[in-house]
């Protein structure tokens, strides 16, 4: 599970990087490259929880966000126009539900350690970015492609930070 959330960071984070290097182009230009990067990232999610939901207790956060990642990859690739339009609060909603997930996955993390501040942190940041991009779309709209590489880079790194988080435990 550990290597699937490091995978799915990297993946996450060269993809936000993608549309901070392609801000001039229109959003269905990539819209794809998001729609695949997000079905494979929620594929990868979830098959991390059947990996994984024996020998780790805080694993049911992974299928969750894994199956509405997935969902909303398919809505970004099946509607690419009509999303267009609502590209950020979409995006605002996904990372403030994986921030809330993340926070929840930190609470449980038994004890004190230096893995748990990291992921709480990084729930609450998502959170916080989430929350601003769902409350304030037209705002985030005005550089579409920014936000959204923003969005992603955030999420990457929240995938990067439970990656190294994870435990690294033997059956």
């Known amino acids: 599970m550990r290597v699937f959330m490091i995978i799915i960071g990297v993946l996450l984070t060269v993809t936000g990087v993608f549309c901070f290097a392609n801000l001039e182009k229109a959003w269905v230009s990539f819209a794809f490259v998001v729609g695949v990067v997000m079905l494979v990232t929620g594929a990868s999610q979830v098959l991390s929880y059947f990996f994984a939901r024996k020998s780790r207790s805080q694993v049911g956060w992974v299928l969750t966000e894994g199956l509405l990642t997935v969902a909303l990859g398919l809505i970004v690739l099946l509607y690419p126009f009509q999303v267009d339009l609502m590209v950020t609060a979409i995006f605002g909603v996904w990372l403030l539900i994986a921030g809330l997930l993340r926070l929840t996955a930190s609470l449980e993390m038994k004890g004190v350690s230096f893995r748990r501040a990291p992921m709480a942190l990084s729930g609450l940041v998502s ?22 590489g923003v969005l992603l880079i955030m999420q990457g790194i929240n995938a990067l930070v439970a990656g190294l988080a994870l435990l690294n435990k033997r059956r």
Not at 127 to 147: D, K, S
């Open 127 to 148: 959170v916080a970015v989430g929350i601003f991009g769902f409350v304030h779309p037209y705002l985030m709209g005005l550089a579409l492609a920014a936000v959204l």
